[in-house]
């Protein structure tokens, strides 16, 4: 057999053909449309976030700020006191400061309140701040403080007001036995019961002129410190009734003159005399001109009264004047005798002492307190005699009607009527709803009708 006819290529079933080759091109397009599908797919869904690569944040630490110790609060300690006897703004303050501020403050002292003026038994405060002098608060007295203060290396000085919360009340009250007895069973400070005494004490004698059943009014104002009662103000308005008769004050100033009180007519309630230079007490003894003396055993003259008080009780002048004698005498014990206008002259003896600054030539005002009662010479108790005399001659000061001051000048009537109408109206208003209460009380039985 030659090659040529041996070379023959067998049709064997493993051979394409056209059918199964066009079958095998639509697979391979579909496989390519879905693929394409599928990306498009991805595509518009966004980026996977389990596909993503991850990075991890980096955190870029700030550095730290240094740690700054927290200081301790300050410890602030006050001292509260009473000046004692004898003390001397050395004593009062010699542990916190040194020689050189107390003599520096002693300098500036003069101008702005001496240091020789500090009194016994009035309240001071000392602050420190860590043990340090910071400030010494003195009461001058109930209208103002004196205050030493230090701010740096300086110490500075000056006179402040007291600042006080202030509150108006209308108190009424009714005689038993005393003014001062009625003021304390309504709970008020004895102060009131002075300050009223020194608003009528013109018109009545609160020793000799007071019956059981008199009434008080008064529109007061009451001072407050740090929350806590710190006395009283101003007496507004105020009325007593004596003996049935009806007195009534209003607190004006007019113009440049000092504070007075005057009654609904603006007639002044101040007398060229006050009814008697204490303000409660009793009478021992009366004037008279025969008297048996109770250590001489002889019968002289007594043209004085005495008043019988505890020692210490503060004894003021009645009138305005001059001291023109002071002294020590075996009878009189310590002494005083004042000068008056118009020939008067008043004496008051048996002093236990005198008050500062008192001596002979010194003027003195209306009420104005001049000794303390007590028991020196030839006394048998604490008491003051005191004797009244015009032109040389004993007067019965009892008996004697004092003219009265200036009523109020024309052109200020208009401006006291506008400000004393509303506080009286008050007074009157009070007065009648209490006289209508007791009339309204109920009665515990039958009225006895004695024939």
Request: glycine share 8%; charged share 25%; net charge positive.
């Amino acid at each position: 057999m030659s090659l040529k006819q041996d070379f023959q290529p067998p049709r064997s079933s493993h051979l394409p053909h056209k059918r199964t080759s066009r079958f095998i091109k639509v697979i391979a397009l579909a496989t390519l449309i879905l693929l394409a599908g599928i990306s498009l797919l991805l595509l518009s869904s966004g980026p996977s976030p389990e596909l993503e690569a991850r990075e991890t944040p980096v955190v870029v630490k700030e550095p730290m700020a240094p740690v700054i110790p927290r200081l301790p609060d300050p410890v602030i300690e006050e001292i509260k006191n009473l000046v004692p006897s004898g003390a001397s703004i050395t004593t009062l303050l010699g542990m916190h400061l040194n020689t050189q501020e107390i003599f520096n403050l002693n300098k500036q002292s003069g101008a702005i309140f001496p240091f020789t003026s500090i009194s016994a038994g009035q309240p001071y405060r000392i602050v420190t701040v860590d043990g340090e002098f910071n400030s010494f608060i003195y009461e001058i007295d109930a209208e103002e403080q004196l205050v030493i203060s230090r701010e740096g290396e300086t110490l500075l000085m000056e006179r402040k007001d007291i600042i006080y919360e202030v509150k108006t009340e209308l108190i009424q009250g009714t005689i038993k036995s005393s003014l001062f007895n009625a003021i304390s069973e309504i709970n008020e400070d004895p102060e009131l019961a002075y300050a009223l005494a020194d608003i009528f004490g013109w018109d009545i004698n609160f020793i000799l002129d007071l019956r059981v059943d008199d009434t008080f009014l008064a529109l007061v104002e009451k001072r407050f410190r740090e929350g806590q009662p710190a006395g009283y103000g101003d007496v507004l308005a105020a009325e007593f009734v004596n003996q049935k008769q009806i007195f009534k004050a209003v607190r004006f100033k007019e113009g440049d003159q000092k504070v007075s009180y005057y009654n609904e007519k603006g007639e002044n309630l101040r007398k060229a005399f006050l009814k008697a230079p204490l303000s409660f007490t009793r009478i021992s003894s009366g004037y008279t001109m025969r008297r048996l003396h109770p250590i001489t055993k002889v019968w002289k003259a007594h043209p004085a009264i005495d008043y019988a008080a505890p020692i210490g009780t503060p004894v003021k002048t009645v009138g305005d004047g001059t001291i023109s004698r002071k002294g020590y005498g075996k009878g009189n014990g310590n002494y005083l005798e004042v000068r008056h206008s118009n020939g008067y002259s008043t004496m008051y003896l048996h002093l236990k002492s005198f008050s500062r600054g008192i001596k002979k030539g010194k003027r003195v005002t209306q009420g104005q307190v001049i000794g303390y009662v007590g028991s020196t010479g030839m006394s048998t108790g604490p008491h003051l005699d005191f004797r009244m005399r015009r032109h040389g001659k004993p007067v019965n000061p009892l008996k004697l009607k004092a003219p009265p001051a200036k009523s109020l000048a024309q052109e200020h009537l208009p401006e006291f009527q506008r400000l004393s109408a509303p506080l009286l109206a008050q007074l009157d208003q009070k007065r009648n709803s209490t006289f209508l209460a007791k009339v309204d009380l109920p009665q515990s039985g039958p009225i006895e009708v004695k024939k």
